[in-house]
């Protein structure tokens, strides 16, 4: 399988600890994103990376949370010091730029994150 | 700001009836509009997409048609089978900007009884 692909899938911690996920775009994609989408919501973006540079983040990105993409290919994604408004699927998306691709994004299926 | 309003759900029809869901923006520039699905227990995956004014996007028998001057994009399709059964995603992208990030309505949940 080539697609978009996380993990963990799920993952149960306690407030307070800290949590990274990790997210593999499809090889050749030079753009990633992150979305988290809460119950009942669409995904809501959170970070943007053009290869190892991370180009913008949302307003939604509190300094508790970080995101990397060291070699331009994976990205991970740390919430430290959790809270349980952070519960929410956490998606990660890559494209490809060009005229072709006209920047479709291919999404993984998610990080759930449940915070107690 | 760029934001996206569809109709909320759920929506539930029964085999081979027809099926709308309303979308509409408010985008600054022109921005692209796409539909993704989410079928239970997979990730999104896109539908179909219109990148200018009076474009149709189409795929497996779902329509919409970028009608810029009511600011819409509804999805349709004739005929909704049981498989059809998901929660769908209006989007748009507004190539404006360098990021090109997607900014999504609520999204609406399909039930389609047999």
């Known amino acids: 399988d080539t697609g978009v692909s996380q993990d963990p899938r799920h993952k149960i911690t306690k407030r307070g600890q800290n949590v990274t996920f990790r997210c593999d775009p499809i090889?050749?994609?030079?753009?990633l994103y992150w979305y988290r989408q809460t119950l009942g919501q669409g995904p809501e973006f959170l970070t943007y990376?053009?290869?190892?540079?991370?180009?913008?983040k949302s307003r939604l990105l509190s300094d508790r949370f970080s995101a990397e993409r060291p070699k331009g290919s994976f990205s991970t994604l740390e919430i430290q010091r959790t809270e349980q408004g952070d519960s929410a699927m956490y998606l990660c998306?890559?494209?490809?730029?060009?005229?072709?691709?006209?920047?479709?994004?291919?999404f993984g299926p998610g990080t759930r994150l449940t915070v107690l | 700001g760029n934001s996206v309003t569809q109709m909320e759900g759920p929506v539930t029809l029964s085999e081979e009836a027809f099926l709308t869901i309303n979308c509409t923006y408010t985008?600054?520039?022109?921005?692209?509009l796409f539909w993704y699905v989410q079928y239970p227990g997979e990730g999104l995956q896109l539908l179909l997409k219109?990148?200018?004014?009076?474009d149709k996007g189409s795929n497996k028998g779902f329509e919409a048609t970028y009608r810029k001057e009511t600011t819409s994009f509804h999805l349709e399709k004739g005929s909704v089978q049981v498989s059809d059964s998901a929660v769908y995603f209006c989007?748009?992208?507004?190539?404006?900007?360098?990021?090109?990030?997607?900014?999504f309505g609520t999204g609406t949940l399909l039930a389609v009884q047999p």
């Open positions: 090889s050749e994609h030079n753009r």
């Open positions: 985008a600054t520039g022109y921005p692209s």
């Open positions: 989007a748009l992208s507004n190539y404006g900007g360098a990021t090109n990030k997607l900014i």
């Open positions: 998306a890559s494209s490809l730029t060009g005229q072709r691709s006209y920047n479709e994004q291919f």
């Open positions: 219109a990148t200018k004014a009076d």
């Open positions: 990376f053009q290869n190892e540079a991370q180009l913008e």
